[in-house]
């Protein structure tokens, strides 16, 4: 069962528990950095090894949470792997629990685990497909762009509790289209890791009457992130403003480039 967000590490460690030696005494983090949308495993360490385990979070972004899966996630084995689908800071806990020997069988012992963690946002595009490649269909012609969505040198992954959304500009004509999507036309994540897809078009009326490698549309584009974090409360993440141009390459195509 996929859980919201958590990456990674910030803060120190809570110890709880029967004694110091016997006990949960880390918790390892993989990947790192945490990237939103891509799975992390956490693994705790302990001596002597106990017979449950169980996991649960709470949200600390901009305030303090309650622990949630409530009942918390149960399982035999040291490791546990979530979708980070929401950005932020968590407390990720674990518990573990002991039983010792004789009879009639003592309570029980526990020990108990803190750590905090952050989950990271994306902070550039990339385009990946699109640029400089003719159109395809007629009447109606077409470029499919992708953009990967990361955080730093690392896409994104496709389990984000979020949207992608972008903004036209035209400045000799003074046009703004504002922050349009995720509705308007084909735009959203799709495969593996994160991307946006934007599928453009041209064609129709006075097509005919343009020459070929003419310029008939020259505009800025801006794209950004919109991801909740653990409080479902949305963040923005904008990425860089570029300037195209369509240019008409024969009868039926066209293709779109990036000036610099």
Known sequence: MARIPWGALIAGLVLVGPSAEAGITSIDVSPTPIVVGKSTTYTANCTPQPFKWEWDYRCTEGGTGSWTPSPPDTTSTRTKSYYESSVGSYDLRCTAYYQGGGYPPPLPT??????????????????????????????????????????????????????????????????????????????????????????????????GDILVDDVFDDFYQQNRMVINDCFATEVYYYFTERHFQKVKTGPYTWKLVEVE
């Open 110 to 207: 526990t020990s108990t685990l803190i750590k905090s963690v952050t989950v990271n946002g994306p902070d550039a595009d990339t385009i990946t497909a699109g640029l400089n490649t003719n159109s395809s269909g007629y009447p109606v012609m077409t470029v499919t762009v992708k953009f990967q969505v990361r955080s730093g040198t690392t896409a994104i992954g496709p389990y984000t509790d979020g949207y992608p959304q972008k903004r036209i500009r035209r400045p000799q004509e003074e046009y703004d289209s504002g922050w349009i999507g995720p509705t308007e036309g084909v735009f959203y994540f799709f495969g593996s890791t994160g991307e946006i897809i934007d599928v453009m078009t041209a064609g129709g009326s006075g097509w």
